[in-house]
């Protein structure tokens, strides 16, 4: 398993808002639902139904959202990243987060479906010939499941705490930096996580941890 160095290439910072809009956060889990559809139309899939002759039918699924199955096929018998898979990767990853900062009330911006905004992530692209090992993808998956089972758990207290999170601001008008910080920690190290083993941009194994 490989090591960690001090700086992992992966990361993630939220700009902490020096005061929270208490109306955008009561009404929060409604006025995302449009751009939540927008983030779920490129990263689900679709399922389409004609009829064949007035009683046969046929099933095709479109699948959109991040590539992954081809950037491991790369990966194993290239050796090769394409940059614009890794681009198109990186810049949906950016705008799910953007979406799930706003769920988390971590920001009151409406998220963009193409600017930073204050939601900024570090994702290096990979030098595969000697950053990447061809096999590694197809163990990764089995690598990472102690993380999974971890933020398993700590996806509990990520609810509880921006429920305690969503109170406090309807009170003061401020989001508490311990939850802010606790929040925003889970969200890195997810992505970390994700990043490792579905995007494949590091053979790094991932840090149990919230911060940088």
Avoid: C
Avoid at 54 to 74: C, P, T
Avoid at 190 to 199: C, E, I, N, T
């Amino acid at each position: 398993m490989p090591e960690n160095n001090d700086v992992y290439p992966v990361g993630l910072s939220v700009d902490y808002p020096e005061r929270s809009d208490r109306l955008s956060v009561f009404f929060r889990i409604i006025i995302i639902i449009p751009i939540a559809i927008i983030l779920s139309l490129l990263v689900g899939e679709r399922e389409t139904q004609e009829i064949v002759e007035g009683h046969a039918h046929y099933k095709e699924i479109v699948r959109v959202g991040f590539v992954v199955v081809a950037v491991l096929l790369m990966i194993l018998f290239r050796g090769k990243y394409p940059r614009w898979w890794f681009d198109w990767n990186k810049q949906l990853t950016a705008f799910s987060l953007r979406v799930m900062s706003y769920l988390f009330l971590l920001r009151d911006e409406y998220p963009s479906t193409d600017e930073e905004q204050a939601v900024h992530i570090k994702m290096e692209y990979p030098d595969v010939e000697n950053d990447l090992t061809r096999w590694m993808p197809l163990v990764k998956w089995f690598l990472v499941i102690p993380h999974v089972l971890v933020l398993g758990l700590l996806s509990i207290l990520l609810v509880v705490a921006v429920f305690f999170a969503w109170v406090a601001i309807l009170f003061t008008g401020n989001y508490p930096r311990g939850l802010f910080d606790f929040v925003l920690g889970l969200l890195r190290w997810g992505l970390r996580v994700f990043a490792y083993s579905v995007l494949m941009v590091t053979d790094k194994y991932p840090p149990f941890s919230l911060y940088e």
